[in-house]
């Protein structure tokens, strides 16, 4: 009788052990960034709060090289080579410890999806277009950085600062070298699908040491033409309005802004290689806007990097940007940048790094007044000094750093 108890227990424990459930493989990952140096820059304007107008001045930046984070992220294997995926990453500043976005934990980026080497990737919730993923490993902020290295005001949106809200990215997996990419981000405004809204797409083709990207996007302003889309749109440049700055100052009461980009590269061997990018970046005036006339922004610029060693790498670039002529504008602005990047590693996760840069502008653009209000350009090297650009056509900038990533 005892024999038979003890068989019928162990039988229970076998149908149970054979009824649990298989718990999925899955795994998280804590990292970040720490990035904090020393920057000059020759002139500031007084017109946005400083007291030292065409004066230099000297003070600690930080996130120059890579913008400083922490983050998790992770992913959990669903079986049939499914896996949910999902990342949060925070911004702080390295010289102050405040948070990068205000009210906002996480705004670097925040979102879960889905991803099958045979279907791709769909992932929701705060990121990075379509646009940008695609073109970025081309960019000129590769090697140059957004910070110094961007092209004017980065009017291409090709540096890490535009992130959507509520948006929807699906990529594709690699098929014969080509990956293509889609974005919607939903505006939410009551009635209308298409104010507030955030589209993108691109295509990028990679095959051995040649590597091509072409992408389209465009910003809805919910306010059409109020000049809010800063608030009210699905993208955000670190609290402030995307695609605005010294460059385009007299323009950000525009209805809707648009991008079209191609960039490309080539690696030659032997430490060498090359990359280009071109953009027509369009600010499209609505009912409520301060211009009339379309503001068109073409782009051109070339990026030589060459890494002799291990630990070394060197990188030159420059960009030209061309306004044309609208809104009673006769001399279009212009933008000449050329730069210079230093970068050695200290060890495979610790680096130093110096940068140089310098903007000369010519031609005249719109005041924030808008129509009317004509003004001389003014230089802002990358993206760096958008609420610093220079007192004058002119402006030099350089830094130096150290950057950890954990």
């Not at 702080?92 to 791709?120: C, D, E, K, L």
């Not at 646009?131 to 970025?136: A, H, P, T, V």
């Not at 004017?152 to 990215?169: E, F, H, P, Q």
């Not at 507030?196 to 040649?210: K, L």
């Amino acid at each position: 009788m005892h024999r038979n108890i003890t068989m019928t227990r162990l039988a229970c424990a076998i149908a149970a052990l054979a009824s649990a459930p298989v718990f999925a493989q899955s795994s998280v990952t804590l990292y970040g960034i720490v990035d904090t140096g020393i920057g000059y820059q020759s002139s500031q304007a007084p017109s946005l709060g400083s007291t030292s107008g065409g004066k230099s001045k000297v003070n600690m930046i930080n996130g120059v090289w890579a913008g400083s984070r922490f983050g998790l992220k992770g992913a959990e294997d669903l079986g049939a080579g499914t896996k949910a995926i999902f990342q949060l990453e925070s911004g702080f500043n390295s010289a102050t410890g405040a948070q990068q976005f205000s009210n906002a934990m996480f705004g670097r980026q925040a979102w879960v999806g889905v991803t099958n080497p045979t279907y791709g990737t769909l992932q929701a919730g705060r990121q990075y277009t379509a646009y940008y993923s695609m073109l970025s490993p081309y960019s000129p902020t590769t090697w140059l950085t957004g910070f110094y290295g961007a092209h004017a005001g980065d009017v291409d949106a090709l540096d890490t600062i535009y992130r959507a809200n509520n948006s929807l990215v699906y990529t594709s997996p690699k098929l014969y070298g080509f990956t293509f990419s889609g974005s919607y981000s939903l505006g939410g405004v009551p009635g209308n699908l298409n104010r507030g809204s955030t589209w993108s797409g691109a295509v990028q083709y990679i095959q051995g040491p040649v590597g091509l990207a072409v992408g389209f996007m465009r910003i809805n302003n919910s306010t059409l033409g109020g000049g809010a889309y800063g608030a009210d749109s699905t993208v955000s440049n670190n609290g402030a309005q995307p695609g605005v700055s010294a460059v385009t100052n007299g323009y950000q009461t525009a209805q809707a802004q648009q991008r079209f980009a191609v960039t490309g590269g080539y690696n030659f061997g032997g430490g060498w290689d090359v990359s280009a990018a071109y953009s027509n970046v369009q600010y499209i005036p609505g009912v409520g806007s301060s211009f009339r006339d379309t503001a068109i922004f073409n782009t051109g610029g070339v990026v030589l990097h060459w890494k002799p060693t291990v630990s070394w790498d060197f990188a030159t670039g420059y960009s030209y940007t061309r306004a044309t002529k609208a809104n009673g504008i006769t001399s279009s602005a212009q933008y000449q940048q050329v730069n210079l990047s230093e970068y050695y590693s200290l060890s495979k996760r610790t680096g130093l790094y110096a940068l140089q840069a310098f903007q000369r502008t010519n031609g005249n653009t719109l005041g924030t007044a808008g129509s009317g209000h004509i003004i001389s350009a003014t230089a802002t090297i990358g993206d760096g000094f958008q609420s610093a650009p220079s007192s004058s056509r002119s402006q030099f900038a350089a830094g130096v750093g150290i950057v950890h990533r954990f």
